[in-house]
């Protein structure tokens, strides 16, 4: 009886052994790969065109409100000449130029907020989309993000991977495949952000 239960046992532990060993060898086999997230949609084609739009927008709006400003300028030299009756009068044409000038500019944020999540929501699917198309293509189990394209979240998500697992450059040449000439230099990418180009030469009161 005694020795039966301990081939019993023997059978069970050999059993475990053989599976966990199989398991082991699968998880060898897998094909794993890796992706730096952050450089893709930095290098993507589409991304650098959309903020050279996006640039172009905020270049145009500032010369609007500039225009305004001058306008709020130009009242506020002409009240300096008035009497206190018309300058009252004036006053509430300043306010009024002011609030418009304000509305403007809040406008102008909200609709580049819109614009951009619309916009970076469709080139992160593509990308997801190209990333799902290689993996499958090459056989990977597992492609992992690197970084999380995000101002918020900045911390890697790998610690570390050899980079013959690096699946990055991959790609992004097959994403901005056809579209190379439309690739903008790091030179010209380094150009200030839409808030700051709204900021400039705003009057007091109206920022």
Same mark, same amino acid.
């Given at each position: 009886?005694? $020795?039966?239960m301990r081939i019993t046992i023997l059978v069970a532990l050999v059993t475990v052994t053989l599976t966990a060993s199989e @398991? ?13 997230? +952050?450089?893709?949609? $930095? &290098? ?12 172009? #927008? ?5 010369? /609007?409100? $500039? ?16 009497? *206190? *009756?018309?300058? %009252? ?31 970076? /929501? ?22 992992? &993000? ?16 050899? #980079?013959?697992? +690096?699946?990055?450059? /991959? ?11 439309? @690739?903008? %230099? ?22």
């Open positions: 009886m005694q $020795k039966t @398991l082991f060898a699968q998880e060898l086999k897998q094909k794993i790969g890796f992706v730096d997230f +952050d450089s893709v949609v $930095k &290098r993507y084609y589409k991304t650098q065109l959309y903020q050279q739009k996006i640039q172009n #927008e905020a270049t145009e709006e500032e010369q /609007n409100l $500039k225009d305004k400003v001058e306008e709020i300028n130009k009242i506020k030299m002409e009240m300096e000449l008035l009497s *206190d *009756d018309a300058r %009252s009068e004036k006053e509430k044409q300043l306010q009024t130029k002011i609030a418009e000038a304000q509305g403007q500019r809040e406008r102008s944020k909200r609709d580049f907020q819109r614009k951009t999540i619309n916009t970076m /929501n469709e080139i992160f699917e593509e990308i997801y989309d190209e990333i799902e198309k290689q993996g499958k293509a090459s056989g990977y189990t597992y492609i992992f &993000r690197k970084r999380v394209a995000s101002p918020a979240v900045d911390q890697p998500i790998i610690l570390y991977a050899d #980079e013959q697992y +690096d699946l990055t450059e /991959n790609i992004i040449s097959a994403l901005n495949k056809g579209h190379e000439s439309d @690739l903008i %230099s790091e030179d010209d990418m380094m150009k200030p952000s839409f808030e700051d180009e709204l900021k400039k030469e705003m009057p007091k009161g109206v920022q």
